[in-house]
């Protein structure tokens, strides 16, 4: 946690759900609901069960102390385990942690942080996937010049590059609601030898109690399930990253397509007055890209030896952590960018009509080379255009006064085969599948 970077880098909702006190609640839930599990499946007497329930839910522990502690055996698990034993005291202190092992309480705990900071992270991946349909429909017919390689190629809509964003969210935000999380009971080995034939009675009951999924048996150094959540918290942060750096582009002065307006004094800059910069895309792309790392250090801790693995499931602790931290945060000013966004339409056609129809000449030479042939066309457009570029006149009037060019196709045809509105192929079908799709996607929420 930092109070000078986090109002930034770890904005949102999300980073509640995954804080120290977070963790330290999920530990104690999950301790709480081991006790009451085991007095479903009979080996733990109920009235005891209980006594560690309100332990774990109304005994105070110091986060700090216990990670100090921690030091002496790995993990925050096991002084937690003693701290609560002391607290419950008498009969039922037999009974804390009954059949579990550290790396139980501390892979359950991830799972149950997991399934409660998706719900945040969740809602503001909703809200500018909306607020992207909205762009999408509203500028459904705005004609938009098209980039490839950062240089203008043919028209688009910026229904159809909202559209796109869409597609993408939406496709993440799928993926993040597919995921299964699932509890995590194996005592010692793998093979809850203590609990003797109780044990799949006691796994089922537990992961009832916690709310996720019954694992076919435990995953103590099978980490696939934390493999598989990294790469959709990656995959948001990707698509993420990816609309925020375009919003960014789109906000330059030179282009000046799209601009934020939010609060007053927001986008502004410490030296110059006129700055008017993007500020919550940049802070949407700067929180998405810190996720390949953390992606790459949970893959990289993957392969873990034996039924339990030494080193390797600590190291996942702060990666998981900060994953979840900076999709929240992307997520959350993703969500802001594209509330405060402006779109000047205007822009957009200037910005197309500024090349004199040179992004057409593509189109102009399709129409010539069925009387013509391919290459004959090719030539005469091509020098027409760079003659163009060069200054020299007005694309039309250069491509009328060709012998070839001018021999073949009227000015009115001209015109009309170098006007970027004309050129949208399936732009708006394309926009109107997404939109589809994005409206069936929250009918079944």
């Not at 009974?95 to 705990?109: C, E, K, L, P």
């Not at 949407?284 to 993957?302: E, F, I, K, N, S």
């Not at 900060?322 to 992307?330: D, I, M, N, P």
């Amino acid at each position: 946690m930092s109070e000078l970077f986090d109002p930034v880098l770890a904005a949102g909702a999300v980073r509640d759900e995954v804080s120290d006190a977070a963790w330290l609640r999920a530990l104690l839930d999950v301790e709480a609901a081991l006790a009451a599990a085991g007095a479903d499946a009979g080996v733990v007497p109920r009235e005891h069960a209980d006594r560690i329930a309100e332990v774990c839910r109304e005994g105070y522990f110091d986060t700090a102390e216990l990670g100090m502690k921690s030091v002496g055996v790995g993990n925050p698990a096991a002084p937690l385990v003693r701290e609560v034993t002391a607290k419950v005291g008498g009969e039922a202190a037999r009974f804390v942690h009954f059949g579990a092992t550290s790396q139980d309480v501390m892979d359950s705990a991830a799972m149950l942080l997991a399934a409660r900071a998706r719900e945040p992270l969740l809602e503001d991946l909703g809200a500018a996937a909306d607020r992207l349909a909205g762009l999408a429909r509203e500028h459904i017919g705005t004609v938009q010049p098209g980039r490839t390689l950062l240089q203008q190629a043919l028209p688009v809509t910026f229904g159809l590059t909202a559209a796109s964003w869409l597609s993408g969210v939406d496709g993440a935000t799928t993926a993040l609601r597919k995921l299964v999380f699932a509890a995590q009971l194996g005592g010692a080995t793998g093979t809850l030898a203590s609990l003797g034939e109780a044990g799949p009675a006691l796994l089922a009951a537990f992961s009832a109690r916690l709310g996720l999924a019954e694992p076919v048996l435990p995953w103590h150094t099978e980490r696939g399930r934390i493999a598989e959540i990294a790469g959709v918290l990656g995959r948001v942060c990707g698509v993420i990253g990816g609309t925020a750096r375009t919003i960014t582009l789109l906000a330059q002065t030179e282009v000046a397509e799209l601009s934020e307006r939010g609060p007053e004094g927001a986008g502004g800059s410490s030296t110059m007055p006129h700055k008017r910069n993007p500020v919550a895309a940049v802070a949407a792309q700067a929180a998405a890209a810190q996720a390949p790392g953390l992606v790459a250090t949970l893959l990289a801790a993957m392969p873990q030896e034996y039924q339990r693995a030494a080193g390797a499931w600590h190291a996942e602790w702060r990666p998981f952590t900060g994953l979840f931290r900076c999709a929240g945060s992307a997520a959350y000013w993703l969500r802001t960018s594209l509330e405060r966004l402006e779109v000047d339409e205007a822009r957009m056609r200037a910005n197309l009509d500024a090349t004199g129809g040179a992004v057409l000449s593509e189109r102009v030479t399709t129409e010539l080379a069925e009387d013509t042939g391919r290459l004959a066309a090719h030539d005469a457009v091509t020098a027409c255009t760079a003659r163009a570029l060069a200054g020299e006149g007005e694309l039309t009037e250069l491509l009328a006064g060709d012998p070839l060019v001018g021999g073949r196709l009227s000015r009115e045809e001209i015109e009309r085969l170098l006007d970027p509105a004309d050129y949208l192929g399936s732009a708006r079908e394309f926009v109107e599948r997404a939109l589809a799709a994005h409206d069936e996607r929250r009918a079944g929420l």
